[in-house]
């Protein structure tokens, strides 16, 4: 019995850019992830997080005291 796996194309919450495609195959065809960690379970190695795009990733991760001009 052969599976179908329908093509995903997920993109990034704050601009909307793709971030992974996934094609009809189930192989990923293009990827443009940056993990945001939100919290570790303690005890646990899992934690909450979200995707966004690097460039987005990028400024989610400067310190909140730095301005940018």
Excluded: F, K, W
């Amino acid at each position: 019995m052969a599976t179908m796996v329908a093509a995903v194309d997920a993109r990034c919450p704050l601009c909307g850019c793709s971030i992974l495609t996934v094609g009809q195959g189930g192989h990923v065809t293009a990827e443009d992830l940056h993990p945001v960690l939100t919290r570790r379970h303690r005890g646990s190695s899992s934690m909450e997080g979200y995707m966004l795009c690097d460039d987005c990733g990028v400024l989610a991760e400067l310190p909140r005291d730095m301005s940018l001009n």
